[in-house]
């Protein structure tokens, strides 16, 4: 990590309510203020017992308990109650409805025996007091937040969405909607890059478009340092005479330019820097090469200003279905196609010919690492894969 993570450490917090706290990342350990649940409680809707008086019931041989309406049940005794009453003093078990029969106003027959403790919440069984109900750094869901309501807490502490500023570079490029003139080209780099922002937990800046000119990318970068924590530009991040963004941010001071350069296909050209303690991550213009720019340099280090020390892409074991070609000397991250058929998981790749092919990141739904040491993956090798979209089900027997 090229930021220093004793100043993500203290990344800042706000409170939010319950109700807009989806996929927030909780600041701190959440701590059971009591118990829950808050005492002994049936957990389904019937009739609460003495276990022992049920002992040897059945359909054929049932017994006979007589129905009370005070707030103790004593031998002999059953009390009517719903899922979620307390039990009743006295009782330890509760019989469930359908194993019941009752009998005029007074009475029930029970067809089935019950254990002590059965059908029953007992006080603390969910969350004891004192425990941690769900730990900081955890990207809150929709279950975190039933048991966060049930514990009574309407607000949480989460860390802030980090500000994530991007700029894109390039005499060639043009708004998408607007008319194209010759040699240009609609933009796409910012709304994925947003996207991929918006789908780890930061908050996406548009600086919008600068031209390949150092005075125009100087003043688009002031304004993201002013509003943002993250800085990311894409395209001007090789060494040819109208890449300017790494000269640009030299000229802000140091540490400027730490990285520039990375042994990795595609976005071999990205570079990282530090300008007024705030991170800077330039990538390649070309799409393909600017999301995985974001997926190995951005996306960590986002997770880690959250609070998050651990959130990788779901990964599934497949079969190669053919052999694909890397070189030597790079990590190379090979798109694939992975499906499941007749119960096992294949991989295909798709081709990595062209950075700038978008489609070859459409058609695909994870990515193989091939590490540095490799030429390429053979036929039938097994592989992990890193899914960035759903698996695909093919026919049976196909």
Not at 69 to 85: D, F
Not at 215 to 243: F, N, R, Y
Not at 287 to 294: D, I, L, Q
Request: hydrophobic letters at 40%; one cysteine or more; a neutral charge.
């Amino acid at each position: 990590m090229f930021f220093s993570s004793q100043k993500i450490g203290r990344w800042k917090t706000e409170n939010v309510p319950v109700w807009g706290a989806l996929n927030r990342v909780l600041a701190e350990d959440l701590i059971a203020e009591e118990d829950l649940p808050r005492f002994d409680r049936s957990a389904v809707d019937g009739y609460a017992v003495k276990a022992e008086d049920t002992f040897g019931a059945s359909q054929f041989k049932p017994k006979t308990l007589k129905l009370t309406s005070t707030s103790e049940v004593k031998k002999g005794e059953a009390k009517q109650v719903w899922t979620g009453n307390p039990l009743p003093k006295g009782s330890d078990a509760v019989l469930m409805l359908e194993n019941v029969k009752l009998v005029g106003n007074s009475e029930i027959e029970v067809w089935a025996a019950v254990t002590p403790g059965e059908n029953v919440s007992k006080r603390g069984e969910d969350v004891a007091k004192g425990e941690v109900a769900v730990k900081a750094g955890t990207r809150l869901k929709p279950h975190h937040l039933a048991l966060i309501s049930a514990l009574g807490k309407s607000e949480l502490m989460v860390f802030e969405k980090p500000k994530v500023a991007i700029l894109a570079t390039g005499n060639e490029l043009v708004e998408a909607g607007e008319k194209l003139l010759k040699d240009q080209i609609y933009e796409t780099n910012r709304v994925m890059l947003a996207s991929l922002c918006h789908e780890v937990g930061a908050e996406p800046l548009d600086l919008g478009i600068a031209k390949d000119d150092v005075k125009e990318i100087s003043e688009k970068l002031k304004q993201g340092l002013k509003k943002a924590d993250v800085i990311i530009t894409t395209g001007g991040a090789s060494v040819g005479a109208s890449d300017l963004v790494p000269t640009v941010i030299n000229k802000f001071g140091k540490p400027g330019i730490i990285v520039h350069g990375v042994a990795m296909r595609p976005a071999m050209p990205t570079a990282l820097a530090i300008v007024d303690g705030k991170p800077v991550i330039v990538l390649s213009g070309n799409p393909v090469a600017a999301f995985f720019g974001f997926e190995v340099f951005a996306r960590p280090l986002i997770l880690k200003m959250l609070g998050i020390e651990n959130e990788a892409r779901p990964v599934v074991v497949a079969k190669l279905t053919r052999r694909t070609s890397t070189a030597l000397g790079r990590k190379t991250f090979v798109r694939v196609r992975v499906f499941r058929r007749n119960g096992e998981f294949y991989a295909e790749p798709i081709s990595s010919r062209g950075s700038g092919i978008i489609s070859t990141l459409t058609k695909a739904n994870g990515y193989v690492v091939v590490p540095e040491n490799r030429e390429g993956l053979e036929e039938g090798e097994t592989v992990q894969v890193h899914l960035f979209d759903k698996l695909e089900v093919l026919s049976e027997n196909v």
